[in-house]
């Protein structure tokens, strides 16, 4: 005899069904999310190049006190592109972490399903 009857199977099944639409539901908008973040990221990556190569420029024209200004300026320019960095990885990780839930969560309602 089986641990659940023929309702509770029924009820466990759906439970894993919406479950699992849930979770495809939110691991398609954090992939939607993810592509956006990272193709704004590929587009704006070479700002700071840029930028740094208009100091290099200036370094001859400014004052020392506007050059160090500016240096400060590109320095905590790089800290973005560093924090935005971290942001698209840390998206990559949640949308890998959701996956992996997913799968796990649709296993273990099979387990019981079936058991």
């Known amino acids: 005899m089986g641990l659940f009857n023929n309702h509770e199977k029924k009820v466990i099944a759906e439970l894993c069904k919406k479950s699992e639409d849930i ?3 939110i691991s398609k908008e954090i992939n939607e999310l993810l592509d956006d973040l990272k193709t704004d990221y590929e587009e704006n990556k070479v700002v700071l190049k840029e930028f ?3 100091v290099s420029e200036l370094e001859t024209k400014l ?4 050059l160090e200004k500016l240096h ?3 320095s ?3 800290k973005v592109k560093r924090c935005a960095k971290k942001g698209v990885e840390a998206m990559r990780e949640l949308a890998r ?5 997913t799968y796990e969560t649709i296993r273990e309602y099979q387990e019981y ?3």
Not at 97 to 101: E, G, H, S, T, V
């Open 113 to 115: 399903l079936y058991a």
């Open 76 to 78: 905590r320019l790089y």
């Open 72 to 74: 400060s300026f590109s």
């Open 52 to 54: 740094n190569d208009f």
């Open 23 to 25: 979770s495809n539901d």
């Open 97 to 101: 972490d959701q996956k992996k839930a």
């Open 63 to 66: 004052s020392p006190q506007d």
